[in-house]
């Protein structure tokens, strides 16, 4: 049974910074980590594969957000910088057991997902 928790957000001003945490327990390959504004569809923002460590971002943010992990934890961290009132959404890691690169950006490719995370950003 995999499980997975996703906390750390809160309110920023413009230009801080934010780090969510994304414990997991369970065997996952895929890690991902989706945002959903008031009014839209679930957004990818960055995911990671577990096997190599590769990492994938959409252009929106790849220049500002940092997908890391802690083994010994079993823990995915996404560090934002930079932060923009666009930020501003609730925020979610997902874990898959497989995904292939082509459905990377999909929520639907993604099998167990947080509780979800607020980050406001205030201008």
């Known amino acids: 049974q995999v499980q997975v928790a996703d906390s750390g957000g809160g309110s920023v001003q413009t230009g801080g910074s934010v780090r969510l945490s994304c414990p997991t327990s369970g065997r996952s390959v895929t890690m991902g980590w989706f945002r959903q504004a008031p009014g839209k569809d679930r957004e990818f923002v960055a995911a990671?594969?577990?096997?190599?460590?590769?990492?994938y971002y959409s252009d929106s943010v790849k220049d500002r957000f940092t997908i890391s992990r802690d083994n010994a934890k079993n823990t995915e961290y996404l560090q934002i910088n930079n932060l923009k009132p666009e930020d501003t959404a609730i925020y979610y890691c997902?874990?898959?057991?497989?995904?292939?690169?082509?459905?990377?950006?999909?929520?639907?490719?993604?099998?167990?997902w947080g509780q979800g995370t607020q980050v406001t950003v205030s201008s």
């Open positions: 997902a874990s898959a057991s497989s995904v292939i690169l082509s459905t990377l950006r999909d929520p639907r490719s993604y099998h167990h």
């Open positions: 990671v594969y577990r096997r190599n460590s590769h990492t």
